[in-house]
């Protein structure tokens, strides 16, 4: 299960970051479009001079690009020795209507970064024509970097061609909003399989990743912070209000892989206490493999999980390390496998599975955890419990609870994750009790997003 084979060859201006001061401090609330795509200077460019005008680009410019079709060779956005700062960003946008799309090919990846920081490329749409490019991928060292409106296609036709990577050299404060990435063969492939590269401090938040090969995503294990500045201590890297879906396009077998992963932290040394927070995410199918994978540091809440063909959430031992500080709770889970697997954890770290609403093959299965407080039943009985769970995404589909059907005796006790961001809120953002067990602390009508394979807003 996600074992994930390597393809070849965070936090960002005008976001609010994750900590990196101390992993007990909640991170960033809920996120809107960043204000800084339309900061700074503003400098216009067309398909015949935008290289030129990127090149000379300083501290606070703005590029903006004309709509119309970039093509040319070498293809795509070298973002090359730009270096802005935190109060002067280094914009590179889209045209406020219109697109400007970039064709990608088989020779390079399409917005290449090198030596690159305080940078934010917003409002683009990149078709790489499925000729092999990656979308966006790092060739050198950057950091803080927004990733902010894109729409990348054409990646697909091989697992091992990425959407968005940072294979090859150590990242830091990233944030990727509001992307929609679309059949490619991974959506998102951050660090790198022989656990180099380390992604940290990031925010992955927004988007849409569907219709797969592999991964919708995957954060790689670390072996080290080598090449993070010490100055960066223990740090949460954030990935909420994500939509990911897999379909009938995944690859199966030994080649199978789940819609997120995320693996552990470095086992000692600076690094080890980093967490992920996963919550406010909508999961949708995957017709081999589980919807999400993780290891190491995980809270794991308010998410949304429904998988038809196999199991929902898997939390075990992977690529040289094991479970350790571990919250799973107030998740709506609709699986026809195992709803919610914890096991194989290390010694000396609390592990908990509470205020769930789960309704699966086998509900819960873990060992060495605290289970408590939680709702359970086989899948059919989900119609008894939520309005339509067996519906269609943008149509039909429902997860909310019916009248009293989640709500419990007393409430789940929520005093143990206050150190996460978000922690007492739900799917919908509204603040729960803890009364009522799964992803929505209200039952009846639901007053929020109705489920579907678009941007979460």
């Known amino acids: ?111 290449r970064f090198d030596d690159a920081s305080y940078v934010a490329v917003c409002n683009i749409e990149i078709d790489g024509k499925d000729q092999g490019g990656f979308g966006v991928a790092v060739q050198g060292p950057a950091h803080h970097i927004t990733l902010d409106g894109l729409t990348i296609r054409g990646v697909g036709g091989d697992q091992q061609v990425v959407g968005i990577s940072t294979t090859g050299f150590p ?146 031992p992977h690529d040289g390390g094991n479970p350790r500080q571990v919250a799973v709770y107030a998740n709506t889970i609709v699986a026809s496998g195992t709803g919610i697997s914890l096991y194989g954890g290390d010694a000396g770290y609390s592990r908990v599975v509470t205020g769930n609403a789960v309704f699966a093959g086998v509900p819960i299965s873990s060992s060495g955890c605290d289970v408590r407080n939680n709702i359970t039943g086989s899948r059919a009985s989900a119609s008894a419990a939520l309005n339509a769970p067996f519906g269609v995404p943008g149509s039909t589909l429902d997860l909310y609870p019916k009248v009293g059907a989640l709500r419990g005796a007393t409430a789940f006790d929520l005093a143990g994750f206050t150190s996460y961001a978000d922690y007492n809120r739900d799917f919908n953002g509204t603040i729960r009790d803890g009364f009522v067990r799964g992803a929505y602390a209200g039952e009846g009508v639901n007053p929020g997003w109705a489920l579907a394979l678009a941007l979460k807003p």
């Open 1 to 111: 299960m996600g074992s994930g084979t390597t393809p070849p060859s965070t936090t960002t201006p005008g976001a609010t970051p994750p900590s990196t001061a101390n992993p007990t401090t909640p991170g960033p609330s809920a996120a809107a479009p960043s204000a800084v795509c339309s900061s700074g200077n503003p400098i216009y460019a067309t398909p015949a001079n935008y290289k030129e005008k990127l090149a000379a680009l300083k501290p606070g410019d703005r590029l903006v690009l004309a709509e119309g079709v970039y093509q040319d060779s070498p293809p795509g956005l070298p973002i090359f020795g730009l270096n802005g700062t935190a109060a002067q960003p280094i914009v590179i946008t889209g045209p406020a209507s219109g697109r400007a799309l970039l064709i990608g090919t088989s020779t390079h990846n399409t917005i």
């Open 171 to 316: 990242t830091w404060n990233w944030t990727i909003r509001r992307n929609t990435i679309i059949g490619a063969g991974t959506g998102m492939y951050l660090g790198n399989s022989d656990g180099s590269s380390a992604f940290v401090a990031g925010l992955i938040e927004h988007n849409l990743v569907r219709d797969t090969i592999g991964y919708n995503t995957q954060v790689k294990y670390q072996t080290s912070r080598a090449g993070i500045p010490s100055t960066i201590g223990p740090a949460v890297t954030i990935i909420r209000h994500n939509v990911f879906s897999k379909s009938g396009n995944s690859s199966t077998g030994g080649e199978a892989r789940p819609n997120l992963l995320v693996d552990r932290f470095p086992l000692s040394g600076a690094g080890a206490t980093d967490r992920y927070e996963i919550y406010g995410n909508f999961f949708w199918q995957n017709p081999s493999e589980a919807l999400f994978q993780g290891n190491g540091n995980v809270a794991f809440h308010d998410n949304v999980l429904v998988n038809d063909s196999g199991s929902a959430v898997v939390i075990q």
